[in-house]
């Protein structure tokens, strides 16, 4: 499976940018795709990721009630809206596919080393 991650650029704090990740490829082992980032110096963290069917989704606190994960199966393709944006959402901006047995939902979190399949990662930088 191959992930292609795009739709990064420099936006002003409180502005709204719209990532794309395309899922292309054969892989019938995963069932969630979630959208990590990391800024210069910090760790890789989950941001947010949603299962195959759009039933799920999971935000992490720092971006809930701003940041909207959605997905069009026609188009294989994840969204991740992310609106009122901080300088502190300045990071490379990962996706990644993971798959997960039933009785694991609800996911209450993300870990990198769950995730198996990662696209190359799109630049989001957040500054005046």
């Known amino acids: ?57 999971y935000y992490a606190d720092s971006v809930k009630g701003r940041f909207t994960i959605s997905r069009d199966n026609a188009k294989n393709t994840v969204y991740l809206q992310m609106n009122s944006l901080k300088p502190e959402d300045t990071a490379v901006y990962y996706c990644a596919t993971a798959f997960f047995l039933a009785d694991m939902f609800p996911l209450t979190h993300m870990r990198t080393y769950e995730y198996n399949n990662w696209g190359q990662g799109t630049q989001v930088t957040v500054s005046s």
Do not use: H, M
């Open 1 to 57: 499976v191959q992930l292609q991650a795009s739709g990064g650029g420099l936006v002003q704090p409180g502005g709204s940018l719209r990532l794309s990740c395309a899922v292309s490829g054969f892989a019938p082992y995963y069932n969630v795709i979630g959208w990590f980032r990391q800024a210069p110096g910090k760790e890789r963290e989950g941001v947010s990721c949603i299962s195959s069917s759009g039933d799920f989704t």
